[in-house]
């Protein structure tokens, strides 16, 4: 009688042992976000307002980084716009310092929601209706960098050394 349930939980703990654990997202709290937009401004803000040879003034820029600066549900991406209207998504990394990504983005179009579901932004941004083949290298790209981002937030088991954990 009790041989299926030793069946399933040996089915479960190999699971458990050899299946990457994925952390479970979870909706920031009005604290989380507030650390987020903090800990942003304190690293970018400078660097982005205060720009040699930008066409832009520095009461524009300033204006222009308060405009499209938005931080996500969960705290863990964000989009600024910085020197020359240059767009940057930003990710917390493991030690929750936020660092800038390859991904190419313009605030100020739409974005492929392929790509931009993948890199958890499609709340502070807005999601083009169709698909432009034009942009099909750069969709692509920013599809697989965004999914690689994703990655890096689950938990490692190696048994050579311990377990990690990827937040």
């Known amino acids: 009688i009790y041989w299926p349930l030793g069946i399933l939980a040996a089915i479960v ?3 458990f042992l050899f299946v990457p654990h994925y952390k479970l997202l979870h909706i920031a709290s009005q604290n989380e976000s507030q650390d987020a937009h903090k800990a ?7 660097r ?9 003034t520095k009461t524009e820029r300033i204006i222009q980084f308060n405009h499209y600066f938005r931080v996500n549900q969960y705290a863990n991406r964000a989009v600024i716009r910085g020197c020359n209207d240059a767009d940057t998504l930003l990710v917390k990394d493991d ?14 179009t739409r ?4 790509w931009q579901k ?5 709340d502070i941004t807005v ?3 169709k698909v432009r083949p034009e942009n099909a290298s750069i969709d692509s790209n ?6 690689a981002l994703a990655k890096q937030s689950y938990i490692e088991l190696n048994w050579n050394v311990s377990v990690h954990f990827h937040f």
Do not use: H
């Open 118 to 122: 993948a890199c958890y932004i499609d």
């Open 95 to 108: 030690a929750g310092t936020w660092q800038p990504t390859d991904v190419n983005i313009v605030l100020s």
């Open 13 to 15: 703990i190999i699971v």
């Open 142 to 147: 920013n599809s697989r960098i965004c999914k």
């Open 48 to 56: 982005s307002t205060m720009c040699v040879n930008d066409n832009r």
């Open 40 to 46: 942003i401004i304190d690293r970018y803000f400078v």
């Open 127 to 129: 999601a083009d209706s």
């Open 111 to 114: 974005q492929n929601p392929m």
